[in-house]
């Protein structure tokens, strides 16, 4: 979420705090301005702290993107691998009761809600992250656009699978119905966090709720 405007980076800040400090402002102005649109000198003065300490902390600004991106993306891509292999649905809020069981009887969430919850949760402490791994703006021969890539591709290789086993389900065997699914899912998924970010009150289970109602309305609508 939103990092605090104040000038965070005072004098006798523990190192490994202001840190932590840096690393969450400079995600987010990565996450809402774009790599290209990002300057040290925005991220510092957030912080409170010099341009020449985020030098002295992080490097360059390449170096500083992807000290953003390697945990972002180490904790997305988990996420949606343990989702993948959830298949009880333990942890999709829309599959559980009041009391935090799944009423008896109740199928276990599909792999496309309980994807989506994973991310919700991974992000939900910063919702721009997504942005930071999905940045357009990242020079194309850079090792920030290559380590982005790789990352994305782990994403993209759990989205072909999921969508393989959803068509597979409903009787389709086309390879190239499952690769257009899986780029649909990628847009979905970004449009949905970036309309989360415009409704900060909305929980990660609260939208995992809404995304339940809206497959299911969406299923009503365009299934047979």
Do not use: N
């Amino acid at each position: 979420m939103a990092i605090p405007s104040a000038r965070a980076g005072t004098k006798g800040v523990p190192r490994a705090q202001r840190e932590q400090q840096i690393l969450a402002a400079a995600t987010e102005e990565f996450g809402r301005r774009g790599y290209e649109g990002t300057s040290l000198a925005s991220v510092a003065d957030r912080v409170g702290v010099t341009k020449t300490l985020l030098h002295q902390y992080f490097g360059a600004k390449q170096d500083l993107y992807l000290a953003c991106l390697v945990p972002v993306g180490d904790r997305l891509v988990s996420a949606v691998r343990a989702a993948m292999a959830d298949t009880e649905g333990a942890g999709a809020p829309a599959a559980r009761s009041a009391a935090g069981d799944r009423p008896t009887g109740t199928p276990p969430p599909s792999t496309p809600l309980r994807v989506m919850h994973g991310l919700f949760t991974a992000l939900e402490a910063q919702r721009e992250a997504w942005f930071v791994l999905y940045d357009t703006t990242l020079p194309p021969d850079s090792e920030a656009a290559r380590r982005a890539r790789r990352y994305r591709a782990a994403i993209d290789a759990c989205a072909a699978t999921g969508t393989a086993d959803v068509l597979l389900a409903a009787g389709s065997f086309d390879s190239l119905d499952a690769d257009a699914l899986s780029h649909a899912w990628r847009g979905l998924a970004t449009a949905l966090v970036r309309w989360w970010i415009s409704h900060p009150d909305e929980s990660a289970d609260a939208m995992t709720e809404r995304c339940a109602r809206l497959f299911t309305a969406a299923r009503d609508v365009l299934g047979p």
